[in-house]
Structure formats: C-alpha cells, structure tokens
C-alpha cells in the first residue's frame, strides 16, 4: 500500500492517517513524502506505522525538508535530510540511504526502491530556455512554491546542485541491481514530466522533477512508479509502465474531488495490481482527482 502528501498538520488528515491499518500482519506501507513540517510529529506516525506494518517506507519530500519556524530543529538541507534519515533508523523505518527491500508476496518479486531525487528546474513552461526565465515568469504570474523561502540546500549552493548529485547517487544504486526483479520506483516528486501537464497552474512545475529521471522507469525495468506531490491521486500509464499518484491531499482538497463523485479512498494497493475498469493505455489517466494542484506547493 502506498500514501503520500498526508499534511498531518491539518486535524483531519492526522485523523485518516492514524486510522491506517494493515489488512494482514504481511503488508507494507509506502508512507511517502510530506508527512508534514515538525520533525517530532512525522517521527511520531512512523512509529504508529510501523507498530502496524510488517514494513514501513519513508522517501522526503519538499515539506519534511523546510525548516519551517515552528519546528523547534533549526537543522537545514541536507543536514535536515540525515537527522530524519538516523530518526526512521531508529524507528525501523526504511529511507533512501537504506538497502532496498524485496517484496515476495502475491505480484512479486519486485525491488522497492525510496529515492530522493528532488527538482531542478527543468521542468519549464513553454517559452521559457532558461531557468531564471522560467523563475522570472513564475514570479510575474504570482506562482511560486514555498520553497523558495523554506526550502534550504546547504551545503550545496542550490536545490539544483543538490538534485544533480542526487540524480548521480541513485543512478549507480538502481543500475547495481539485479536486472532480473523489476523495481517498485519510490519518489515524491514524478519522474517523468506528463503528469504535470494537468496542472492548473503550468509555472508550478518548476518545482516538480527533473528531465534527468525521464527514461529511468524504462532505463531500470520498472515494474511500476508511485509518487505524489502533485495532489492529483490517479493510475496513468507511460511507455506501458504503471504511475501511481499517492497523494491525500488537502482537506479542502479532498472535499473537491467528493463534489465530482471521486471521493478519497485510503491508500492506493501497488502489489498486488488490481486493475481500474476505467484503466486506460495510453498514457492517460484513469484519474481518481481533477487537476487542481495547490500554486504555492
């Protein structure tokens, strides 16, 4: 099973997220990116997780890696990164930096593989060639992520410096692995840039990947990709690979997507597939959410 982008900073979302419980003393649960900003409470429903699940998979996103002010750990970037990484450590909860798992049970074997590859600028709007004319014409619109202000990248100079040397890491990790069991890829941000054409907001895409993940779905033999970030839970279909967008959202959000008859479910099954009737492709959707990803991220 597989959630993301949970926000336990709103009530209701702490509510459905403590709600979560395994089916079997056998399943694992993908809890992506954004459990929220305080250090302390995302430490908190790891071990609530993981007091249920036989495994519990962590991959951070933008929000866990702000240093927001009313996060009493002041840490910033990278060295924000580790201390969450040492704090799922001790919880026994699995982190990019930790050896891959294998799943055995019914739709296995795969390798579930957490990654941390965030955005570099790349995904550009049209007209744009550049990343300071892609940032100027966010500015200009009004449509810039919180990042900007939140989101620190030291020691490297930028978020782009740090994408660059995440994307060289996680390379030489997935390329040592066995060619024959396919991958789960587990990232917030997407790994190819299609799902943000439904955006509502075209210029947030800055901040939702990077072009250099495009092929790795068909570079490594995924088996499937799950991700979040995007706030837009739906099953599309890549190069006949299956994506899966995790995210709970936001509670107004949510609240959204019942008024068009598509109310929130709970986590997304990744393994063993259960194919949607609607299930299409061709690299469209058989979407769960209208596109109505948030402008400041």
């Known amino acids: 099973m597989a959630v993301s982008d949970v926000h336990i900073g709103y009530a209701e979302n702490r509510g459905l997220v403590e709600s979560i419980e395994a089916v079997s003393p056998e399943d694992w649960l993908i809890l992506g990116s954004d459990v929220g900003e305080i250090a302390a409470d995302i430490i908190a429903i790891w071990r609530l997780m993981r007091s249920r699940f036989a495994k519990v998979i962590w991959v951070p996103g933008n929000h866990e890696l702000w240093t927001a002010k009313q996060d009493p750990l002041r840490l910033r970037g990278d060295a924000r990164y580790r ?34 590859v965030p955005y570099d600028y790349t995904f550009r709007p049209a007209g744009t060639t550049t990343r300071d004319e892609a940032l100027d014409l966010a500015r200009s619109t009004g449509v810039v992520c919180t990042d900007e202000w939140l989101l620190h990248a030291d020691p490297y100079p930028r ?43 075209p210029e947030f895409a800055l901040w939702c990947g990077t072009t250099a993940t495009a092929d790795w779905h068909l570079r490594f033999r995924a088996a499937a990709a799950v991700y979040g970030h995007l706030h837009i839970p739906r099953t599309t279909w890549y ?33 063993p597939y259960v194919p949607r009737p609607e299930r299409k492709r061709v ?15």
Do not use: K
């Open 239 to 271: 190069d006949d690979v299956r994506f899966e967008e995790v995210s709970m959202g936001y509670p107004r959000e949510r609240a959204a997507w019942e008024a068009y008859g598509r109310p929130y479910i709970g986590p997304r099954q990744i393994l």
């Open 159 to 201: 978020i782009d410096d740090w994408s660059r040397a995440r994307v060289t890491y996680t390379e030489q990790r997935l390329a040592a692995l066995d060619p024959a069991v396919p991958p789960v890829l587990v990232n917030h941000w997407p790994l190819v840039r299609q799902p943000c054409d439904v955006l509502r907001y």
């Open 283 to 297: 690299g469209t959707a058989s979407g769960d959410a209208s596109a109505t990803a948030s402008a400041r991220g």
């Open 83 to 116: 201390y969450l990484v040492a704090a799922a450590r001790d919880v026994g909860v699995l982190t990019p930096e930790d050896p891959y798992p294998v799943w055995v049970g019914e739709g296995g074997p795969v390798v579930v593989a957490p990654l941390f």
